[in-house]
């Protein structure tokens, strides 16, 4: 690979990280905040109330996919506009389903699947919470549709913001925080942000509720199988929590929160790759020459994240006292476990671009099932034996798997297209 290449591979990564890190940075600061404030067990408490929330609000992330795919296909802008009111209903439907059955959910969450009655009303307020947020992401896509990513990012970090001026302030207050003040902030910053966002989206856009069964129809039919596919992988990443959360004590859940926000640090670097192999998957698979440039590409950006995992785990004993305080310290073997889940995640992510260059999105869903089924299995296993440990490794074995069978799919598929190409 020439070196040309390689710095332009390498800006056009750090130009994608930059643009996430802000919001997950403001995120990991409310973090620090909240763990020197509570207690190790409260904080496994509180890391239940997070990952329902984050799980309510991430369900309904393919709708503002599905908005922005349609919407930057049309020249028309009420046509775009007809795209963002379907994308609204959507949203409207499934906050009005939650808030509907947001008390039988959380009373059989909190008594029959973690058999902890304590945790129904911040399970409760969870529900809401990330239901509420959905809107948000809704205005923020309109800034993606006119390609508006400096908007976009504010938008799209709103509420992280807002929440931790929110907790700055209750903390220099009163000194200390507890689970009522950090859900009902939580609860309180989302009524605040949909008031917000519906009267900017109604400002914005004029006959927003003229109806179109047309546009209503294709956007679901296209969606439908995105958001399956989004439900099972969001479970899977939050398998471990779940399963901990019933079979474990709340002070060792902390830990292992703890640990899976420090490990976030890493995911940052993952998270932000995909839309570096899309740019490049497609030239990749017109011949084995640019499908070998792209394997050297991957193996360069693998190559930068495994020495920044590697540093994160030389120093996480240090760092893990630094940043949560020294009530944390028998966390860091567990944050060693998942920073190394944490690069093979990164390297399943190569061969998994060539199945969305390949515009296989039925394949991807099984993929995502295996994943799913796979993490479920092992992680009940290795918790049931091994306990808070048994989680982190079920994580990495389970992340394993995935990574062999893209990879052998892959294998497969990339041959079966050079060989055509081949004989044609």
């Known amino acids: 690979m020439m070196r040309n290449d390689k710095i332009k591979v390498f800006i056009e990564y750090i130009s994608v990280l930059v643009g996430s890190g802000f919001l997950r940075f403001i995120s990991f600061v409310t973090l620090i905040i909240i763990t020197k404030s509570l207690t190790v067990e409260k904080f496994g408490e509180f890391s239940l109330f997070i990952t329902i929330m984050m799980f309510c609000w991430q369900l309904t992330a393919p709708l503002d996919l599905t908005y922005v795919k349609f919407a930057c296909s049309q020249v028309d802008d009420k046509a775009k506009v007809s795209y963002l009111r379907d994308n609204l209903v ?7 389903f939650i808030f509907l059955l947001c008390y039988p959910l959380s009373y059989t969450l909190a008594f029959v699947v973690f058999q902890r009655p304590g945790v129904v009303v911040w399970i409760l307020i969870a529900l809401l919470t990330g239901a509420l947020l959905s809107i948000s992401s809704s205005y923020a896509a309109t800034f993606q549709v006119e390609k508006r990513f400096g908007a976009f990012s504010v938008v799209n970090s709103a509420f992280n913001i807002i929440i931790l001026l929110v907790i700055l302030t209750i903390f220099f207050l009163k000194s200390f925080l507890s689970l009522p003040i950090l859900s009902f902030s939580y609860l309180g910053v989302s009524i605040f942000l949909v008031i917000t966002m519906c009267s900017l989206i109604y400002k914005k856009f004029d006959k927003l509720f003229h109806y179109n069964n047309q546009t209503l129809g294709e956007s679901f039919h296209f969606v439908k199988w995105i958001i399956v596919s989004n439900v099972f992988k969001l479970m899977a990443n939050r398998m471990d929590i779940f399963l901990l959360g019933r079979f474990v004590s709340f002070y060792d859940l902390g830990l292992y929160s703890a640990a899976v926000r420090f490990s976030a640090l890493a995911m940052l670097f993952v998270g932000t790759i995909m839309p570096v192999f899309i740019t490049r998957v497609t030239n990749a698979l017109t011949s084995p020459e640019n499908f070998k440039q792209y394997l050297k590409e991957s193996l360069l950006i693998l190559s930068c994240i495994a020495f920044v995992i590697l540093i994160l785990i030389r120093f996480s004993p240090f760092l893990i006292t630094l940043l949560f305080g020294e009530k944390y310290n ?19 992510v190569p061969p998994m671009a060539i199945f969305y260059g390949l515009k296989l999105p039925s394949l991807i869903m099984k993929f995502e099932f295996l994943f799913f089924f796979s993490t479920i299995f092992l992680v009940f296993i290795f918790v049931k034996f091994f306990g808070v440990f048994g989680a982190a490794w079920g994580l990495v074995f389970s992340s394993f798997i995935y990574f062999l069978t893209l990879v052998l799919f892959a294998m497969i598929k990339i041959r079966a297209i050079f060989h055509e190409q081949k004989r044609s």
């Open 90 to 96: 959507f949203k409207i439907c499934f906050i009005l």
């Open 330 to 348: 028998d966390s860091f073997q567990l944050t060693n476990i998942l920073l190394i889940q944490v690069f093979i995640s990164g390297m399943c």
